[in-house]
């Protein structure tokens, strides 16, 4: 059974700090690793990860994914209150035809 | 207008009574899908369907049904609810052809359900 675990699954930081989401998976013929934030509404894309080592990055948002060891980390550089939100994780696997399995989420507080 | 379009947005109803969500979409794309979710939970998946005659379980379907209408519309039944089915719903869209360069996933804007 494909699996996705996120940590921590909250964490409240001060504005200006800079935080690292974790996200690690176990899935059958990986295909890519999605992060997506989660405000209010619905959840809003992010980044899609498919090869190790290849950061990908968006403003102060940034993330790796590491295929051997099975995870993947966003890091956040120089919060602000708009950064809080849930940050999802999600994988998908199989043939192309499996749907995407979401971790938890991690629910970041930004404090001013 | 939103391309994926869900109603309705809130719901109250009682234990036992039938409901329906909706979920119609613009983007053209032939997969859909209905999550699940709950504090602390994550998404979790009810059912999927691939085109109109295609209709899959996720991980949570026992207590729903649902019907793809048409390649733009799917519908989510729960046909008697109960209180643990209180949650927030979203539908969610994808595109085969996209989906073999992104998996990514457009979602609705939620139906938040709430059972008494």
């Not at chain 1, 509404?41 to 060891?69: C, Q, V, W, Y």
């Not at chain 2, 979409?25 to 709950?38: A, L």
């Not at chain 2, 595109?95 to 939620?110: C, P, R, V």
Request: include cysteine; aromatic fraction near 10%.
């Amino acid at each position: 059974e494909d699996k996705v675990v996120q940590s921590p699954l909250s964490l409240v930081v001060h504005e200006g700090d800079t935080v690292t989401l974790n996200c690690s998976y176990e899935v059958t013929n990986f295909r890519s690793l999605l992060w997506y934030k989660q405000e209010k509404k619905a959840p809003t894309f992010l980044f899609m990860l498919t090869s190790s080592g290849i950061e990908k990055k968006s403003g102060r948002l940034s993330s790796i994914l590491d295929k051997k060891e099975l995870f993947s980390i966003l890091n956040i550089t120089a919060t602000q209150t708009g950064d809080s939100a849930v940050y999802l994780c999600a994988v998908e696997g199989g043939s192309g035809n499996t749907p995407l399995v979401f971790g938890k989420g991690t629910r970041l507080s930004v404090i001013a | 207008d939103a391309d994926v379009t869900q109603t309705p947005r809130n719901r109250i109803t009682k234990t036992g009574k039938r409901i329906m969500l909706e979920c119609s979409q613009t983007k053209g794309h032939d997969r859909m899908y209905w999550y699940r979710q709950d504090p602390g939970l994550g998404l979790r998946l009810i059912y999927y369907s691939f085109d109109v005659k295609d209709i899959n379980k996720g991980e949570i379907s026992d207590g729903y049904s649902v019907s793809r209408q048409a390649q733009a519309k799917f519908s989510l039944s729960l046909e008697s609810a109960i209180p643990n089915q209180t949650a927030l719903y979203f539908c969610a869209t994808s595109d085969f052809l996209l989906a073999a360069h992104t998996g990514e996933l457009f979602f609705g804007e939620g139906s938040r359900l709430t059972v008494l």
